[in-house]
């Protein structure tokens, strides 16, 4: 016979009666137990028997009260919840419950009347639920709840409040009405766009900042914001959005505070350091133009003094010669100087080629040796080749500062060691943050006094001096500065007094070989000078000059002002001109544009670059153009006029 057919028949023979007791005594998590009319037990399903710990045999006749605390049975609950059963049909509560081992759990109760065919009331049905843990959760939940509006209510420095999904305010805390001035009664219902400025409302922030909430999880801003007062204030804001269980967004938690009083602060702070920085570069100017006026007046005092004895008829040959030695050697100390303060402002015009730093070095031993003395010993150590793009004039003027600083310090004689090396990474200096890439490293240590803290700060500014007068012209390390960082590289300093000091020079790596620089330097044939030049300087009385030198040299010299007369005249004969040799700095189009305008239309026309001072060429070192600087001299000309294209070691880029 089939199972389910047996159970069926099973389940007849029991009827309608039967088959009710039967499901209520499998109940298991609901006590559903009749009660007579007095509230006498008079049945009890399993379930009752595991909430409550009585058994039927010891449960059934005694009163349901026997269930009820003592403070419920003395207050009449039970009789009362029986009272109103039977008279509105049903009773419904929770409460406290008593066990038999007198432990106390909390239910929900409903207590229904039972009626007979009549309508007559012959008890009661009662229905017990153990529902202890789930109210332990939601006092768990209140109680954190009334923590959290607590510590909300709380905060006062701090406007936290909600929006729902379309900006408008749910809640208010105190903070958000000290900040902003609004009472919770003025503002609850309101957009929060009522907190922005008219600006920002036109651009459409406050829709802004609720789609970037919405899109990245988070908006935060810092900007002005509107008070109740139309006062406005610096404030912090950041607006998260809030999700339900099922992901919908339902409105946003936001939380701004008042920074007026910090960012008026950090304005007089920036205005303070501005202030500062102003002073000290306004100090640093006083030395400057201090310095630079004290050096050339000496300078010009020679040149003077040495033009009017020149002028007496009755000065013997050999005088004269001295006396124009004298205007010469002094114009030339005049051109180190200005190329030093071009160096340390970084706008010197650089002349890069490659060389092995171990082996200019090397060849500049007995200039150093010279230079530092017979008592003090000179140690050179290159561990490894270290090619650079460099100027190298330049490089060795700064390697005899660094010598000639280190001597100085060792008066009474010792040891001054050069250290070559290829490092990784250049270090933080300074304030520097480092960088990477590959560097050759030029340490330069001495064992004299060292430096004092305070003073390291200040050595490389220009004409800062510790040396006693006439001395120094307090330009050196800042030459040495300035060529650093122009040529992308750094110099760093460290010292210990009574110890010594050592100042290494950075310098970027070049990725060359020994091989390909040898093969780089191969010998060039040379040919004839240019006859004919195309002048072009805007300086009357430099313009008058070079033309005399020029002229003077057997060249062919057609000047003009400026670049634009230059181009017309090359538009017209450009077959008359073999160079063209002009001025950087100029009105209108400069020498630099002019050349790079001439190598595109005109591309076989040499053209030679000269200039004192340009922050173009300084920012734009590999232009390709041959370079003459001001000052130079006739031999310097007739170099550049006689090289082949035309350039030479000292006057080209």
């Known amino acids: 016979m089939d199972r389910r057919v047996s159970e069926t028949s099973t389940l007849d023979k029991l009827g309608s009666d039967g088959r009710f007791e039967l499901l209520v005594n499998s109940i298991k998590d609901y006590a559903i137990y009749l009660l007579d009319r007095q509230g006498h037990v008079a049945t009890w399903n399993a379930g009752a028997q595991r909430f409550k710990g009585y058994t039927a045999e010891e449960i059934i006749g005694k009163h349901f009260s026997n269930f009820y605390t003592e403070e419920d049975r003395a207050s009449g609950l039970p009789q009362r919840a029986l009272d109103a059963a039977a008279k509105h049909g049903t009773f419904e509560a929770e409460g406290w419950r008593v066990r038999k081992d007198g432990t106390r759990f909390w239910t929900s109760v409903v207590i229904d009347p039972v009626f007979d065919k009549q309508g007559t009331l012959i008890g009661f049905a009662k229905v017990t639920r153990d529902i202890t843990e789930r109210r332990a959760g939601e006092r768990a939940l209140l109680e954190s709840e009334q923590r959290f509006r607590l510590l909300v209510q709380g905060v006062k420095d701090y406007a936290i409040y909600m929006l729902d999904p379309q900006g408008h305010v749910t809640n208010w805390n105190p903070g958000a009405q000290a900040i902003k001035g609004y009472t919770a009664e003025e503002v609850v219902g309101r957009h929060f766009s009522s907190f922005y400025t008219e600006e920002d409302l036109q651009n459409g922030e406050p829709e802004r900042a609720l789609r970037v909430a919405t899109e990245t999880g988070k908006y935060e801003v810092e900007a002005w914001r509107v008070r109740k007062d139309g006062s406005r204030f610096r404030a912090g804001v950041l607006i998260d959005p809030i999700y339900d269980e099922a992901g919908v967004l339902i409105g946003f938690a936001k939380v701004t505070r008042d920074l007026t009083e910090r960012w008026h602060a950090q304005q007089e702070l920036d205005r303070a350091r501005q202030t500062m920085a102003q002073s000290q570069k306004m100090e640093a100017v006083g030395r400057l133009t201090g310095g630079v006026a004290h050096d050339f007046n000496n300078l010009l005092t020679i040149i003077r003094s040495s033009a009017d004895l020149l ?157 006693g007068l006439n001395k120094g012209t307090g330009l050196g390390l800042s030459q040495v500065h300035g060529f650093a960082k122009q040529s992308g590289g750094e110099v760093d300093v460290s010292s210990e007094v009574g110890r010594g000091t050592a100042f290494t020079l950075y310098l970027p790596l070049a990725q060359t070989s020994r091989e390909q620089f040898s093969a780089s330097h191969s010998i060039r044939d040379h040919r ?126």
Request: glycine letters at 8%; proline letters at 6%.
């Open 528 to 653: 004839l000078p240019t006859t004919r030049v195309l002048l072009v300087e805007d300086n009357e009385a430099v313009g008058q000059f070079a033309r005399g030198l020029l002229e003077e040299l057997g060249q062919i010299v057609t000047w003009v002002q400026n670049g634009e007369a230059a181009l017309e005249l090359l538009a017209a004969a450009r077959d008359k001109i073999d160079l063209v040799f002009t001025d950087v700095i100029m009105p209108g189009i400069n020498g630099l544009d002019l050349a790079r305008h001439i190598a595109e239309r005109w591309p076989d026309l040499e053209v030679v670059l000269t200039t004192g001072y340009s922050h173009v060429l300084a920012e734009d070192s590999d232009h390709g153009f041959p370079l003459l600087r001001k000052p130079y001299s006739v031999q310097q000309l007739v170099g550049i006029l006689g090289s082949p294209h035309p350039q030479s070691s000292d006057s080209s880029l």
């Open 311 to 467: 002028k007496m008829p009755t000065l013997s040959p050999e005088k004269r010669e001295r006396y124009i030695e004298a205007i010469s050697d002094t114009a030339d100390r005049a051109a180190v100087l200005t190329s030093q303060l071009l160096a340390f402002s970084r706008r010197q015009p650089l002349k890069p080629e490659i060389f092995d730093i171990g082996d200019r070095i090397a060849a500049m031993l007995p200039m150093i040796e010279t230079s530092v003395g017979s008592t003090i010993a000179v140690i050179i150590e290159a561990k490894e080749d270290g090619f650079v793009n460099a100027d190298l004039n330049q490089f060795e003027t700064a390697v005899l500062n660094l010598v000639i600083n280190a001597r100085d310090a060792m008066p009474a004689g010792g040891k001054l060691s050069i250290v070559i090396e290829v490092v990784n990474d250049l270090p933080p200096v300074r304030g520097h943050c480092g960088s990477t890439g590959g560097f050759v490293a030029v340490r330069v240590t001495d064992e004299g006094s060292g430096i004092a803290q305070d003073t390291l700060e200040k050595i490389f500014e220009p004409f800062f001096t510790t040396k």
